[in-house]
T-cell receptor, first 112, second 117 residues
Framework: AQSVTQLGSHVSVSEGALVLLRCNYS??????LFWYVQYPNQGLQLLLK??????LVKGINGFEAEFKKSETSFHLTKPSAHMSDAAEYFC??????????FGDGTTLTVKP | DTEVTQTPKHLVMGMTNKKSLKCEQH?????MYWYKQKAKKPPELMFV???????INESVPSRFSPECPNSSLLNLHLHALQPEDSALYLC????????????????FGEGSWLTVV
C-alpha cells in the first residue's frame, strides 16, 4: 500500500532560517506526491506536486521539494522562513486507487 | 483563493436535527470528495463521486448521506449526528478520478466547521 510518513510533528525555526520538513514515502511504483499547507481555520492549499517530470519541484511562496528515489523522500524546503509560513503542513501520496493518503502533518512555528 | 466553495462556514446542530453542507466548484472537474478532519489530524476521506456517481464510501455511518445533483455540486446531508462527529468537513475536487487519478491535483475548499451539541 502506498503511504507517507512525516518525520517530526513540530518544527520550530527562527525567521530567516532554513525550513526543512521531512516526508518519506512508501510505494512500489513511481508515486504522485504532494505538499499541502493549512493555515489556522482554513482548508488545505496546494504548495507543490511531484509527477515525475522533474525531481526538483518548485511551488508557491518560495517552497520547493526534491524527489529522491534512493532515499524514498520528498522533503519540503524554503531558504528563509517568514512569520507568515507558520502553519500545518501535510505531505500526501495519490494511490493507485485514486485516493489521497496524508501524513500526520507537521506544525511549523516561526520565531521572530 | 480556492475555487471550491463551501457553505455554511460554521454550523451548530443538535443531535436530532437535519442539516446539509453544500459544495460547489466551477473548474469543470468530474471528481468530487468529502473529507472529515479532526483537530491536529490529517483529513480522512469519506466519499468520492466520479462523474456524478458514488465511487467510494469509506464505511461512513449512514447518518452522513452524500448527494451529487450535478457535476458542479456536492451536498452532505446530516441527520442524527453524535457529538464526536464535530469536525471540519472539507469538500474537494479534481479533474478526474479514473485510472488512479492520473496524478490529478485535488483542490480543497475552506471547509465547514460542524459542532454537534
Amino acid at each position: 500500500a502506498q503511504s507517507v510518513t512525516q518525520l517530526g510533528s513540530h518544527v520550530s525555526v527562527s525567521e530567516g532560517a532554513l525550513v526543512l520538513l521531512r516526508c518519506n514515502y512508501s510505494s512500489s511504483v513511481p508515486p504522485y506526491l504532494f505538499w499541502y499547507v493549512q493555515y489556522p481555520n482554513q482548508g488545505l492549499q496546494l504548495l507543490l506536486k511531484y509527477t515525475s517530470a522533474a525531481t526538483l519541484v518548485k511551488g508557491i511562496n518560495g517552497f520547493e521539494a526534491e524527489f529522491k528515489k534512493s532515499e524514498t523522500s520528498f522533503h519540503l524546503t524554503k531558504p528563509s522562513a517568514h512569520m507568515s509560513d507558520a502553519a500545518e503542513y501535510f505531505c500526501a501520496v495519490l494511490t493507485n486507487a485514486g485516493k489521497s493518503t496524508f501524513g500526520d502533518g507537521t506544525t511549523l512555528t516561526v520565531k521572530p | 483563493d480556492t475555487e471550491v466553495t463551501q457553505t455554511p462556514k460554521h454550523l451548530v446542530m443538535g443531535m436530532t436535527n437535519k442539516k446539509s453542507l453544500k459544495c460547489e466548484q466551477h473548474m469543470g472537474h468530474r471528481a468530487m470528495y468529502w473529507y472529515k478532519q479532526k483537530a491536529k489530524k490529517p483529513p480522512e476521506l469519506m466519499f468520492v463521486y466520479s462523474y456524478e456517481k458514488l465511487s467510494i464510501n469509506e464505511s461512513v455511518p449512514s447518518r452522513f448521506s452524500p448527494e451529487c445533483p450535478n457535476s458542479s455540486l456536492l451536498n452532505l446531508h446530516l441527520h442524527a449526528l453524535q457529538p464526536e462527529d464535530s469536525a471540519l468537513y472539507l469538500c474537494a475536487s479534481s479533474q478526474d478520478f479514473s485510472n488512479g487519478g492520473n496524478g490529478n491535483t485535488i483542490y480543497f475548499g475552506e471547509g465547514s466547521w460542524l459542532t454537534v451539541v
